[in-house]
């Protein structure tokens, strides 16, 4: 038989854990219900990148009928989400906190903070940065006679991946840190792959970008950069006893 004392604190898990769900998913449909107004001009300042770089006296296109009405109202709702990760992040961290002892607390929730604003900053930049220059290569290139008018709805699943694509990218810091926080792997060994994360970030930034070297760079660069920042945080996350043995070695 099932002991009652032991199902007791699960089931009180479970009840908070459903208790922060659905708080997480109300906010989401409060910042929702707050920008549904504005959806239509949320979403011209999204397709900007792409009209800019437009042929003069072409536009965007809808080829289906709900289109003009469902498109906007799907980016609405994922830029609901977007705005509320930090609200989810808290929740997250609030359910897991209890469990955690005090020097963990301190050491995550700076990680849960970064996160966020990691993941804002990869969308900002693909924004300002890499939608211009692809959006200007995939029009150029178009051949003659071949009037570019793209489909709003195919537009925003493009845009939506990439958003994703580099907000994801830019947790590389995170990562790094809770790989090595974790004990998967150490700084010194991270070290000693730096050639291969090299060679990596420019494959995914040629992965990412059109074929041309400057935009490649201009993605793999940073990338770089955030690896060797999360390794230089990932020293003070070290495992306590991992720290504790390498001070021996070393004073041995």
Not at 156 to 173: K, N, Q, S
């Amino acid at each position: 038989m099932s002991d009652p004392q032991a199902e007791q604190p699960l089931l009180t898990h479970l009840i908070e854990l459903r208790s922060r769900l659905l708080r997480s998913l109300a906010a989401i449909m409060l910042v929702f219900v707050a920008l549904i107004y504005f959806s239509n001009g949320i979403y011209d300042f999204v397709a900007r990148p792409l009209l800019s770089q437009l042929p003069a006296g072409t536009s965007m296109i809808a080829t289906d009928v709900a289109t003009p009405f469902i498109t906007p109202i799907k980016l609405t709702l994922v830029v609901s989400f977007f705005l509320a990760i930090p609200y989810l992040l808290y929740q997250a961290w609030a359910f897991i906190a209890p469990g955690l002892y005090q020097h963990e607390r301190r050491m995550i929730l700076p990680l849960v903070v970064s996160s966020a604003l990691l993941f804002y900053a990869g969308m900002a930049f693909a924004y300002y940065v890499v939608f211009p220059l692809v959006f200007g290569f995939f029009t150029s290139t178009a051949p003659a006679g071949v009037t570019v008018a793209t489909d709003i709805a195919s537009y925003l699943d493009f845009v939506l991946t990439l958003f994703f694509a580099f907000g994801v990218a830019f947790e590389i810091p995170v990562a790094t840190i809770l790989l090595c926080w974790t004990g998967v792997t150490t700084p010194q060994s991270l070290k000693a792959k730096r050639p291969y994360v090299i060679v990596g970030v420019f494959v995914v930034g040629m992965l990412l970008t059109p074929p041309d070297v400057f935009s490649q760079t201009l993605l793999a660069i940073p990338m770089w950069g955030l690896w060797e920042l999360g390794l230089f945080f990932a020293r003070f996350y070290v495992r306590k006893d991992e720290s504790e043995t390498e001070d021996v070695s070393e004073g041995g």
